[in-house]
């Protein structure tokens, strides 16, 4: 789509607009001026009188549409904010136009971006009701009533933590970027460890070795760690004594004496054996995962998954003997080969198992996934409403409530993935993680470190290298980036 802008440069929250509503266009920005061939907005945003003026004018398959938005001058008070309103605006006089030339809403409306849950959080904690903050959801922003109670659920959670942070505390994230073999939907930094294999004991060195800066940084500044939360790839692609290693320096080196929560995404069932998990639960952590997926074997054969449902159940067996239930599964809906049917009886072979908590994903395209040479053999856009609309009926009815949510881009039917999880049990990392409550300091190939100001909600990224390769040779400016995190979080 030709994308024209007037009195602004907010291309960010034009594009995303864009691929809300029309989730096959690309942006293009040519010269001059609209020449009336092929799809095409212009979006203007000016000063009429005592009020700013966001027009939409939309050229769609032949017809023009045309929308409005206003705000008065009296919501620009400086900084942050006064971007926030522009564009505001300028998204909900593009989503209007678009709404008019398609005929219908997407399931979230006008809201963009990953983390919807942020503005009723947001409002809440500056002293909305919680009635308040829906309406803005329903009302402004037009998101359906399903989710939108989605969405207040979650902000409920995100309000609980946030009132449980303590100052000079922040959270850990180390990354494991291996796996046994690679998914088809996946795009992570990760590598297959048959052809990784002489990297992977080099890696561990590595990391432990950041893991020995980091802490040095953390103590002599007196900053300690809230949750902890290891991830990759699979992190138990590691043998027992290569995660003992791991573990052992963590236990030594970083202040993990308040620490709350300790988690680690054992994730594909190939990999867990009793060894790993007696290694884990010794080191002190308190949950895993355990990500099927689905549950169908033809589907995990056409993902690429070295393992049938049925060593799923065997790995769950064994995370109850060492985690009791304390376990998370994921799932995802969409996948080339499932079907509602297929679906349904994933959820019911899942939720049989009892997990505390059960993640559902809807699929993502991504760059650099193999999924997207299949795109024939997707589920259509009704096929996975109706699987999440089942699964969430069905999880509400077996005890299960919404803890955390976000969205990606690229997502099938434009919907979202969801955590839910057993009253008392939600993972606060993933919470305080996808609502940047509160710093999450990132080491491993691929992590990227976020400092979060609470006051001002301005968030500075350290990342460390996305390859194994160049993590090794980066010594000297992993340990400097510890430091600079560490500093950052003693000052809050």
């Known amino acids: 789509m030709k994308l024209y802008l007037r009195g602004h440069e907010f291309r960010y929250a034009v594009e995303q607009m864009m691929m809300t509503l029309f989730p096959g266009q690309k942006p293009e920005y040519p010269d001059g001026e609209p020449d009336g061939i092929g799809n095409a907005a212009v979006i203007t945003l000016a000063r009429e009188g005592e009020r700013l003026c966001a027009c939409a004018r939309l050229c769609w398959e032949g017809r023009e549409h045309c929308a409005r938005r206003y705000a008065p001058l009296s919501e620009l008070t400086g900084g942050l904010e006064d971007d926030r309103v522009r564009q505001r605006i300028l998204r909900l006089a593009f989503y209007d136009a678009g709404v008019a030339a398609l005929g219908q809403e997407p399931p979230w409306g006008a809201l963009t971006g990953v983390r919807p849950v942020k503005l009723p959080t947001r409002e809440m904690a500056a002293g909305a009701t919680p009635r308040q903050a829906k309406e803005t959801l329903t ?124 988690t680690v995404e054992a994730g594909r069932p190939d990999t867990i054996t009793a060894d790993k998990l007696a290694v884990l639960k010794r080191h002190g952590v308190g949950r895993i995962s355990v990500n099927p997926q689905t549950m169908e074997d033809e589907v995990l054969r056409i993902m690429g998954r070295a393992h049938t449902s049925a060593q799923i159940v065997e790995a769950m067996a064994l995370a109850r003997e060492h985690f009791g239930g304390l376990v998370n599964m994921d799932l995802i809906a969409g ?127 350290l990342a460390n290298p996305k390859y194994p390769k160049e993590y090794l040779e980066s010594g000297e400016k992993l340990a400097a980036d510890k430091r600079l995190a560490a500093e950052f979080q003693a000052k809050l």
């Open 139 to 262: 009302h402004l922003y037009r998101v359906s009533p399903g989710r939108a109670e989605l969405a207040m659920d979650c902000a409920n959670e995100a309000l609980r933590v946030k009132r449980s942070l303590k100052p000079r505390r922040l959270s850990l994230y180390v990354g494991i970027p291996f796996c046994p073999t690679r998914c088809a939907y996946c795009s992570f930094i990760s590598a297959d460890v048959k052809g990784a294999l002489a990297m992977v004991e080099p890696y561990v060195d590595a990391l432990c070795r950041e893991i020995q800066a980091a802490g040095a940084a953390l103590k002599e500044l007196h900053v300690g760690i809230a949750t902890a939360y290891m991830g990759g790839g699979t992190p138990t692609t590691l043998t027992a004594g290569q995660m003992d290693r791991v573990l052992t320096a963590m236990e030594r080196y970083l202040p993990m004496e308040e620490c709350a929560e300790f």
């Open 335 to 461: 996948l080339p080969g499932d079907t509602p049917a297929g679906f349904a009886r994933t959820m019911d072979r899942v939720l049989a198992m009892e997990p505390a908590n059960i993640t559902v994903h809807t699929l993502a395209l991504k760059k650099g996934a193999r999924l997207m040479e299949q795109r024939g053999r997707l589920c259509s856009g009704d096929d996975v409403a109706a699987m999440l609309a089942h699964g969430e009926k069905t999880l509400r009815g077996a005890g299960y409530v919404p803890y955390y949510l976000y969205r990606q881009k690229y997502m099938s039917g434009s919907f979202e993935n969801v955590g839910w999880c057993r009253p008392g049990t939600a993972c606060d990392y993933n919470i305080i993680m996808m609502e940047e409550l509160q710093s999450v300091l990132s080491l491993g190939a691929g992590g990227v470190t976020k400092l979060v100001d609470p006051q001002t909600g301005k968030i500075e990224r």
